[in-house]
């Protein structure tokens, strides 16, 4: 039994296009158009910022494709950084990682699946922030719980969210057809009407719907768990991206038909509002699918946010209690634990809408990071071998959109929170130095992991090559 534990090769292409697609489509695409159109004005627009976030999305993906054959261990950006950034950059990655951007998302498709579960209750009125919170909080534990109880089990949620998402967005778009036959297509007339073209609009128009996207580096995290990654990575990420950005644009001409801008951007749960006014009284189907979706999406974060800290903790830039997985379950339980507690935490003082600004500013700060890391590996290192290629001209348009979604926010209106978000990223540089490089009160670690080790029944696990 001396060669440790290791996680098992068996996602193939099915199952990889299912996860791709299923982190994407969550709670975004039930939620984000009011908020796409608020920020950019006019229905032309925003068809236009969804077509270019699938694209983004897309090029974003086949770049990461390229970096997850050169580099082909779990762990993405974080991996990556390490190879090409060095230590201390993906030390501090993985410090915002665990501590901002996984809890961050999490919280955010709670909050929306506790939007929708609510939903029917409180026809007509706004429902309180309390009780939110309170059914975000009881989903959050419940995924864990599945999370550490079975890999299979957290796959068949996976597989079953993934149908019914599917069978939602055709029942919408379905919907929406029919309705465009009988000739609504008055909120269509002068769609560009009212267009904000402002640096800020633009930049939080893409925040917003760059986050119903967000889940195209999915595969990324699992490279190791992944049949023949060489040939299923790129082949996945292009059936699942294109896949995704059709039915949103379909879904949004569906909204827009039943829905005139107005009462769009005013809705707290779009698609239950659609209901409402396609299916009538049984408008509560779309609340619950639209709930459904969003735990299946929120299964998936939890399912590749585990996979982070334990490849972090592999590397010894994180407490080796995290890099361990359960004797007989093979779940990386502490890690999914860890990033539960800091998720319900996250919960406590945060609203959807500022939650996902912060969490893309962070998140496209390190894209940056990890694309220029693949051109400085495409310059430096073309000796490399690499299954996949890609032209040098897309990690560079890619980097640059990154830069822009960086800046845009900052530059056109300077809020403080970003300062922070700026700050507590660098902190991890500071924590770095005493903690990793060298390595001080190791003891009391010990201690702590030993008890750890044996409360919750969990072994250090190998490296898959």
């Known amino acids: ?37 608020l920020a950019i004005g006019s229905p032309g627009a925003s068809f236009v910022i969804w077509a270019c976030c699938g694209l983004i999305a897309m090029l974003g ?15 993405g950006e974080y991996i990556y950084m390490l190879r090409t950034a060095g230590k201390v950059t993906a030390f ?10 996984r809890p961050a998302s999490a919280t955010g498709i709670a909050l929306s699946c506790a939007e929708y579960v609510v939903a029917p209750f409180y026809s007509g009125c706004a429902p309180p922030q309390l009780v939110l919170k309170c059914v975000a909080a009881v989903v959050i534990l419940a995924l864990a719980l599945v999370n550490c109880l079975s890999v299979r089990l957290a796959t068949g949620i996976q597989v079953v969210t993934m149908a019914i998402k599917a069978l939602t967005l055709a029942v919408i778009i379905l919907g929406g057809a029919v309705m465009l036959f009988q000739g609504n297509t008055a909120n269509f007339e002068d769609s560009f009407d009212g267009t904000n073209v402002g640096v800020k609009a633009i930049g939080i128009a893409f925040y917003q719907g760059l986050w119903s996207y967000d889940g195209w580096n ?26 995704v950005t059709g039915l949103y644009l379909l879904v949004n001409v569906s909204y827009l038909t039943v829905m005139t801008p107005k009462e769009l951007m005013s809705s707290t749960a779009v698609a239950v509002t659609w209901g409402n006014k396609v299916l009538g009284s049984w408008g509560w189907i779309m609340s619950l699918a639209a709930a459904l979706s969003a735990f299946g999406s929120l299964n998936g974060t939890f399912f590749s946010g585990g996979r982070v800290c334990f ?3 592999r590397e010894g830039h994180m407490p080796d209690i995290l890099s361990m997985a359960h004797v007989h379950r ?92 700026a700050l507590f990223i660098l902190s991890g540089a500071i924590v770095y130095v005493p903690f990793i490089h060298f390595k001080l009160c190791p003891g009391m670690f010990d201690k702590v992991t030993t008890f750890l080790q044996l409360f919750l029944e969990v072994v250090p696990a190998e490296k898959n090559l």
Not at 13 to 31: D, E, K, L, P, Y
Not at 220 to 242: D, F, G, H, Q, W
Not at 359 to 385: D, H, Q
């Open 92 to 101: 501090v990655f993985v410090f915002s990682f665990v501590s901002v951007m």
């Open 330 to 421: 093979l779940t990386p339980s502490p890690a999914l634990i860890f990033t539960t507690v800091i998720s319900l935490v996250v919960l406590i003082p945060g609203d959807f809408q500022s939650i996902v600004n912060y969490f893309s500013f962070t998140a496209w700060f390190f894209y940056a990071v990890t694309l220029s890391g693949l051109i400085y590996l495409k310059i430096k290192k073309p000796e490399l071998p690499r299954p996949y290629s890609v032209p040098i001209v897309l990690p560079i348009l890619i980097l640059l959109v990154a830069i822009f979604l960086v800046l845009a926010p900052i530059i056109d209106q300077p809020q403080i929170e970003y300062l922070y978000v």
């Open 61 to 75: 993906g086949l770049c990461y494709a390229e970096l997850g054959t050169i580099i082909p261990e779990s762990g």
């Open 1 to 37: 039994m001396e060669q440790g534990l290791s996680l098992k090769r068996e996602v193939g292409i099915i199952g990889a296009v299912s996860f791709i697609a299923g982190t994407m489509i969550g709670s975004g695409i039930f939620i984000s158009p009011q908020y796409v159109l």
């Open 311 to 313: 490849v972090a903790a």
């Open 218 to 243: 999915t595969l990324n995290y699992l490279t190791e768990e992944l049949k023949r990654p060489e040939v299923n990575l790129p082949r996945a990420l292009v059936i699942a991206i294109s896949l």
